[in-house]
């Protein structure tokens, strides 16, 4: 069974940074890529971040880097210069099944984890 967990999320001090991580289990992590995205309440999820099999990494902006350390099933989102526009639900997700897809697009996913809460500085 699939499974994405995420974990790392909190409250922001000004400037501040946090390093989100995500746990893969059911598939090895190594022959995926894996993204991040952004939810707010009532809106679509909006991309963040994606880094291929291989380990080369897309980002918006400049404050996100994305990592992967598959022996231990691992993708990581590091988060810095937090401003109040960070707050949403921060989501891992794959695609496991084969054929193109727009990395940037949450469509074209088939598994995401359950989010964690970030919460820029006020």
């Known amino acids: 069974q699939v499974q994405l967990v995420e974990s790392g999320g909190g409250l922001v001090q000004p400037g501040g940074s946090l390093r989100l991580s995500c746990v893969a289990s059911?598939?090895?992590?190594?022959?995926?890529?894996m993204s991040w995205f952004r939810q707010a309440p009532g809106k679509e999820r909006e991309f963040v971040a994606h880094i291929t099999s291989g380990g080369v990494p897309e980002v918006v902006g400049g404050r996100f880097t994305i990592s992967r350390e598959n022996a231990k099933n691992m993708v990581y989102l590091r988060m810095k210069d937090l401003t109040p526009e960070a707050t949403d639900v921060y989501c891992c997700?794959?695609?496991?099944?084969?054929?193109?897809?727009?990395?940037?697009?949450?469509?074209?996913?088939?598994?995401w984890g359950q989010g964690t809460q970030v919460t820029g500085p006020s």
């Open positions: 997700t794959c695609r496991l099944r084969s054929g193109g897809y727009r990395f940037t697009d949450h469509f074209g996913y088939d598994y």
């Open positions: 059911g598939f090895s992590l190594d022959f995926f890529a």
